[in-house]
């Protein structure tokens, strides 16, 4: 394993998860599937002492060194890390918030293409995920179950015959499987059946988050759609419920709406996607939230076929990159708010300038 605590040049890359390659990839940005894990001989993190949380991040990092076909892996102390630089990692969905604010010993090991991560003393010793392109759980699955038998081979995990792999929060106990699908749906929000959309999900036992997770606000028009439960269920089960059940509905549902927007007013839909690329493309200053919300609307006249020649690759990977920590990242230095809002608009000019002008909108 690699250590390394100067990742600059993932500000420059992007993960395999965004390169909207994937099946559904119009609507699905990606699929992602985290294991809960836990070491059998220590106590649970929020009964760990200062000193426990060390022998724990140590003995991973061990164990992990063992694996033999980690060579490439890289290992990134998180304590020792800037805020800037946890933020960072967060943004690109390499870690959660909950571990980027909490104290003491931590650590996430990243995949070189960024497929999976495993971030150690979360709010469980392990949480392994693993990400990729478009609607691919069964793939997503697979590679993950491949992942967790590795670590397992070199790490003695906390399980019950009864009850499974045991973990921090109750409703994780059994798989310690969550399964999350990150979708687009901006014509469910501007038809107004978002709403409605989500509160039959909640009936069958799947919750809806945002962008990063639990706590996160709905920004962009994304949505991560996830089970609630794993005790009692198999780990294929879950998988079926949401990637074959839950996320194929709700893409069903969004195409309607697009369908809708493109018969019933593709003038106005053309104009406002239009608008959208035009500021992106022209603004001399621009807040993240405005970023995203233009963004989504390009994105979709993008699928649509409303906007030509920018793929959708480079739409997502601005949805990242224009994020304040990955902008403080491409410019090596700490930037305040303004100037944040002017280097945005500066870098979606750099990606998006002369699509207007070269005939690229329809």
């Known amino acids: 394993m690699i250590r390394d605590s100067d990742f600059d040049d993932l500000a420059h890359k992007s993960g395999e998860w965004l390169r909207g390659t994937g099946p559904e990839s119009d609507i699905v940005i990606s699929s992602r599937i985290r294991l809960a894990r836990n070491l059998a001989d220590f106590p649970f993190i929020r009964r760990c002492s200062d000193e426990d949380r060390v022998s724990i991040e140590r003995t991973i990092r061990a164990k992990m060194d063992s694996i033999h076909d980690w060579q490439d892996v890289r290992y990134i102390d998180l304590e020792q890390l800037s805020e800037i630089d946890r933020q960072f990692l967060v943004e690109r969905q390499l870690i959660s918030r909950e ?5 003491g010993s ?39 179950d491949e992942l967790d038998d590795k670590l397992e081979g070199a790490i003695l995990y906390a399980f019950h015959p009864q009850f499974g792999y045991l973990t921090a929060c109750p409703t994780n106990v059994g798989t310690g499987l969550r399964v999350s699908v990150m979708l687009h ?9 978002i709403d409605k959309v989500f509160r039959s999900m909640q009936r069958i036992n799947v919750t809806v988050r945002g962008l990063y997770g639990e706590g996160s606000q709905y920004t962009g028009d994304f949505y991560q759609v996830s089970n609630q439960i794993t005790l009692g269920h198999r780990e294929q089960d879950l998988v079926a419920l949401v990637g074959d059940d839950v996320v194929p509905r709700i893409i069903e549902y ?11 007013g593709q003038q106005d839909l053309h104009d ?15 807040s993240s939230e405005e970023t995203m919300h233009y ?24 949805f990242i ?38 005939g690229d909108l329809n």
């Open 99 to 103: 571990i980027a604010d909490a104290e």
């Open 106 to 144: 931590r650590a996430v090991a990243i995949d070189p293409r960024e497929q999976y991560s495993v971030m150690i003393n979360e709010e469980d010793h392990l949480r392994i995920q693993v990400m990729h392109s478009g609607l691919d759980l069964k793939s997503a699955w697979q590679s993950i």
């Open 185 to 193: 749906l901006p014509a469910l929000v501007i038809t107004r059946q």
């Open 254 to 264: 969004e195409r309607k709406a697009r369908d809708f927007l493109v018969k019933q």
């Open 272 to 286: 406002d996607v239009s608008r959208a690329l035009g500021i992106l493309s022209t603004a001399k200053k621009i």
């Open 295 to 318: 963004l989504s609307k390009v994105r979709m006249g993008v699928n649509l076929g409303l906007i030509e020649d920018v793929p959708v690759g480079t739409i997502n990977k601005l």
């Open 321 to 358: 990159h224009t994020q304040p920590a990955h902008l403080q990242k491409l410019q090596g230095r700490l930037l305040g708010s303004s100037d944040r809002n002017v280097e945005r608009a500066t870098y979606l000019q750099c990606h998006l300038s002369g699509k207007l002008s070269d």
